[in-house]
């Protein structure tokens, strides 16, 4: 006979002191592993960037723990506090409004000195837009490089582009609704009229991707304003120097 499963009250005993890095849903309340749960549920104050966004999705996992706000305004005030309180043999969850805390949003920020203190840091790996998006745009994945957002400015935003002009591998880009058709305007002056795929709402209720060349999906854009959060993955140029003529399709996931 084998050993008896452990409790699950065990389990949490296990849970050390530490900084426990928690992936959420990026859209889909179901899209959360089991480990997630458990780990928010075992300890004992969980972080957050909002904390009415997260209370949505723990109240819809019976999930009932003091949150404390941690965001790119306070990041380096609170990151001492929740430091102080995992010397003091606490467990903090670190959740962000979506996705894997620390891409493109204030999580590295705490990650990092957690790792200059010597601190014990966990990771409870979820789901990542950028992932998401990438897997399922039919650009090459074997090799890309992750820009997240363009520097707001002008001038630097252009700079990073010329950068990236020779850049081989597929570019992934993490843009607001406000801003999507101006990168895609100055991707097409500083890239040319490369393919690129836009990944809409992911795993949301108005889910769409866009595929076409850049002019094409500018034109798209004319007729259908863009509304809701957007990864855009333009091919690289070795890529873009084999691909075909292809014609902008819009299909709904
Ligand atoms: N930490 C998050 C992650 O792991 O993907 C990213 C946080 S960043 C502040 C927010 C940006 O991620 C959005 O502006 C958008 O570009 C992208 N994003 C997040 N959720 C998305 C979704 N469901 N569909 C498309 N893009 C999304």
Not at 164 to 188: G, M, Q
């Amino acid at each position: 006979m084998g050993k008896p499963a452990k409790s699950k009250d065990k389990e949490v005993e296990k849970l050390v002191p530490g900084l426990y890095v928690v992936g959420t849903p990026i859209g889909n309340l179901k899209d959360i592993t089991l480990r997630a749960i458990e780990t928010l549920k075992s300890v004992d104050v969980i972080a957050c960037e909002d904390t009415r966004v997260s209370q949505k999705l723990l109240n819809h996992y019976g999930i009932s723990k003091p949150l404390i706000s941690y965001h790119e305004h306070n990041k380096e005030e609170r990151s001492r506090e929740i430091i102080r309180m995992i010397e003091k043999g606490k467990r903090v969850a670190l959740i962000s409004d979506a996705g894997m805390p620390g891409i493109s949003d204030p999580g590295f920020y705490i990650i990092r000195e957690m790792r200059r203190h010597g601190l014990q840091v966990t990771v409870i790996p979820g789901p990542t837009a950028f992932v998401a998006a990438l897997v399922v745009s039919g650009l090459p994945t074997d090799k890309f490089v992750y820009e997240g957002f363009l520097p707001r400015r002008e001038g630097r935003r252009r700079k990073r582009l010329e950068q990236l002009k020779d850049e081989p591998r597929t570019i992934v880009f993490y843009e607001s609704p406000y801003r999507v058709v101006r990168l895609l305007n100055t991707l097409l002056e500083i890239l040319g009229d490369r393919h690129v795929f836009i990944a809409r709402e992911l795993t949301k209720k108005f889910e769409q991707f866009i595929y076409g060349k850049i002019s094409e999906v500018i034109e798209h854009f004319d007729k259908q304003p863009p509304k809701g959060e957007f990864v855009v993955i333009v091919e690289g140029k070795a890529q873009w120097e084999k691909s075909s003529k292809r014609g902008v399709s819009s299909y709904d996931g």
